[in-house]
């Protein structure tokens, strides 16, 4: 389904079939990788689906949808550097495409506004972060899956440092004033993220 937004988005933007089709496998490729039990292509997808939803009030969608293609273009656990590194792949691809300096740095800034989930003033740059937390307001059932799938990604690390770790970046959510920057999705996802979020601390507490 993905491979259907992307190619029709870059011909926006290029005339090389060839060129669009190699950016693609690049996108694909990386999100195929054995170590990606949940930032994988299921990720993006799930994440598409939640900006569709509010496609109307994004200003600029086509750099939306180029953040999602590529911010988590790397993704490495023992590496801390994930989003500048995919942040630098977009802006190198978006170059070449001819996007303007401006929505390049647009681009670049949505894609680091992960790292932190911070709220900003570019409400685009919200939304795109309030869909990227979206699986914490899932369904009990969804929720646990999500982070057994964050597990198995961390499998390298014994439970004893992987929980600190963990209990840590739970705690970080809770302690937000909101979760969700933007009333479309506070209102959808907020009460049970904070749920879901509570049990699992609780599960790791024992």
């Known amino acids: 389904m993905l491979r259907d937004i992307f190619i029709p988005l870059l011909s926006k933007y290029s005339e090389d079939p060839e060129y669009i089709t190699s950016l693609w496998n690049g996108v694909y ?7 990606r039990y949940y930032h994988n292509i299921t990720h993006l997808e799930n994440l598409y689906q939640n900006l569709l939803s509010i496609e109307s009030d994004i200003k600029d969608w086509d750099i939306t949808l180029f953040a999602l293609f590529y911010h988590d ?25 001819s996007v303007s300096k401006q929505r390049i740095g647009l681009c670049k800034e949505m894609i680091m506004a992960t790292k932190g989930h911070q709220i900003s003033e570019n409400n685009d740059i919200n939304y795109f972060t309030d869909a990227d937390l979206s699986i914490l307001g899932s369904n009990w059932p969804d929720y646990k899956d999500y982070y057994k799938n964050v597990r198995k990604e ?7 440092i992987y929980h600190k770790g963990r209990l840590q970046v739970l705690q970080h959510f809770i302690d937000m004033p909101r979760i969700f920057k933007t009333t479309y999705f506070y209102n959808k996802y907020e009460k049970q993220a904070k749920s879901n979020l509570l049990q699992e601390i609780n599960l790791l507490s024992k």
Do not use: C, G, M, W
């Not at 961390?154 to 004893?160: E, T």
């Open 29 to 35: 490729n990386n999100h195929h990788k054995k170590n």
């Open 73 to 97: 273009y790397y993704y490495n656990i023992l590496k801390k550097d994930n989003e500048e590194r995919s942040a630098q792949k977009a802006v190198t691809v978006l170059d070449i495409l």
């Open 154 to 160: 961390y499998k390298y690390y014994p439970d004893f």
